[in-house]
């Protein structure tokens, strides 16, 4: 047997005791991915997207309508601080209004620069309540109202946010789920209702 072993290598066809080719081996010198395994990490990574891109947009909406309650917040205090400062016991009719030409401003400038400013995916607008101008001028010889009225409405209700916000000067935040801001007087019916 040994001497077929030494015969069959002799003669050149290299061929092994089991019939085999010796000598050569099939060394795999490719460097990279399979068309497989490519669609496999595509399948997954867009698993993973379909799952991940939802949870994005709604946090992103969820903090647009967070940031919409804590300007409105802002205001507030800014009309108190307006009220005990400038405003002789009233309130300003407008966000212009509430920017001191002394530089102290009652609100961030990206809320006076007009009178209805954009933030966050939010439109906002101030205007007197339902008892209107008082008639009377604050320190800067702005107009001042007895009441006021804020709302905070999406720009694109289910694109920059879902619900819209309303207060006044009783400082209780309404909202409304189906974009439009409550009116004055705020009553709970339907989807409005007031934020714990």
């Known amino acids: 047997m040994n001497r077929l072993w030494h015969s069959s290598c002799s003669n050149g066809q290299g061929m092994s ?33 379909a799952i991940a891109v939802p949870t994005v947009f ?5 903090a647009n309508e967070t940031s919409a309650v ?6 507030h205090t800014a009309q108190l601080t307006f009220t005990l400062t400038c405003g002789y016991g009233l309130y300003a009719s407008s966000f212009p209004d509430l920017k001191d030409p002394a530089g102290d401003d009652f609100l961030p400038a990206d809320l006076t620069v007009s009178p ?10 101030l205007q007197p309540g339902p008892s209107g101008q008082s008639g009377l001028v604050d320190c800067n010889g702005g107009a001042t109202s ?4 804020i709302t905070a409405t999406p720009q694109g209700v289910g694109s920059t946010g879902n619900r819209a916000f309303a207060s006044n000067q009783g400082s209780v935040i309404w909202q409304d ?7 004055e007087p705020f ?3 339907g989807s409005v209702s007031a934020i714990q």
């Not at 709604?58 to 969820?62: D, H, I, P, Y």
């Open 70 to 75: 804590g300007t409105l917040r802002t205001v």
């Open 58 to 62: 709604r946090s992103k909406l969820a």
């Open 177 to 183: 789920s189906t974009g439009v801001a409550p009116v």
């Open 116 to 125: 209805t400013p954009l933030k966050s995916g939010y439109s906002y607008d």
């Open 146 to 149: 007895t009441e006021y009225y």
């Open 17 to 49: 005791r089991s019939g085999g080719r010796t000598g050569l081996r099939r060394i795999n010198t490719s460097k990279g991915f399979t068309l497989l395994e490519l669609i496999f990490v595509c399948a997954v990574i867009s698993l993973l997207a």
């Open 187 to 189: 009553v709970e019916i």
